[in-house]
């Protein structure tokens, strides 16, 4: 079987979030415990699984995704990789719809870039969770729940310098939410390119800091056009590897919009 790894939300190899993506030939799922098997091998962010559905229904394609430890509810950058292998190897072109979360899709467009269309993550102040200050190592300017769906903490920091400098405790930051902390704060320069930044750290479901969470900014886009006035914006998650997310408000849907590369090419040597 086919296994691909893609570069997520990046033009460049080796720089984004890596995602390891398996287009099956079922047309049902293996077993859960086999698709986390082949989850925590591959020891990625996100492995992706998918099926095609029969045709003239709503969607084109099954979607699941599964950290080293867990199955989760949404993800954006697998998702991004998993259009890019199926835009690249000729299996769908144009627009493919997903069938997870309701219908995701996704657009692809002639300079190789693709956009994915995510429901936009409902935002509710919050007050601060005892002990998330000490554990991100920084003081949170607003704290807000991001909904059922994504289950993150998005805290906003007083500046791009400190959401940089973060160097969390992680089984810290475990008892503060129900996913993931997604920190946050405003570009220093935009003329780099950028309007805010980001970093997210979900060791709740296995991953210390992920590169490059697209679903974050169903979340970041509604806060941060909030704030600017602006429904076109451009995210840099400040991760090692860093990553650009160009984000579009649609009201309840929100449009990420982003490159991939594909790095390897294999086969997995076993049978589901």
């Known amino acids: 079987m086919r296994i691909r790894i893609v570069d997520a939300f990046t033009d460049r190899p080796f720089t984004g979030n890596p995602a390891a993506v398996l ?11 086999r698709l986390q098997q082949v989850a925590l091998e591959m ?26 430890a867990t199955e989760v509810d949404m993800c954006g950058h697998a998702t991004l990789a998993t259009a890019h292998v199926l835009h690249t190897t000729g299996t769908a072109g144009g627009t493919v719809r997903f069938a997870r979360c309701g219908i995701l899709t996704s657009t692809a467009h002639p300079d190789g870039s693709l956009t994915l269309d995510f429901p936009t993550a409902p935002l509710t102040p919050a007050s601060t969770p005892a002990g998330l ?24 920091l007083a500046d791009e310098e400190s959401v940089r400098g973060l160097t969390p405790d992680f089984a810290g930051l475990a008892s503060c939410s129900r996913r993931g902390i997604i920190a946050t704060a405003a570009a220093e320069d935009p003329s780099r390119g950028y309007d805010y930044v ?12 992920d590169p490059v969470t697209g679903s974050a900014h169903t979340a970041l886009a509604p806060f941060w056009s909030a704030r600017f006035g602006r429904d076109e914006l451009t995210g840099l998650q400040a991760s ?7 984000t579009s408000l649609r009201g309840d849907r929100t449009l990420l919009t982003g490159s991939a590369v594909t790095v390897v090419d294999g086969e997995l040597l076993t049978t589901f």
Not at 23 to 33: G, I, R, Y
Not at 198 to 209: N, T
Not at 240 to 246: H, K, M, N, T
């Open 23 to 33: 287009l099956l030939d079922s047309d049902v799922f293996p077993e859960a415990d």
């Open 43 to 68: 020891n990625l962010s996100e492995t992706a699984f998918a099926h095609p559905l029969p045709p003239g229904g709503e969607a084109d394609w099954a979607l699941r995704w599964f950290t080293p």
């Open 133 to 156: 200050a000490v554990a991100l190592g920084a003081e949170p300017l607003t704290v807000h729940d991001t909904g059922a769906h994504i289950g993150d903490l998005l805290v906003e």
């Open 198 to 209: 980001s970093r997210g750290f979900f060791p709740r479901v296995g991953i210390d800091e």
């Open 240 to 246: 090692a590897r860093s990553g650009l997310v160009r």
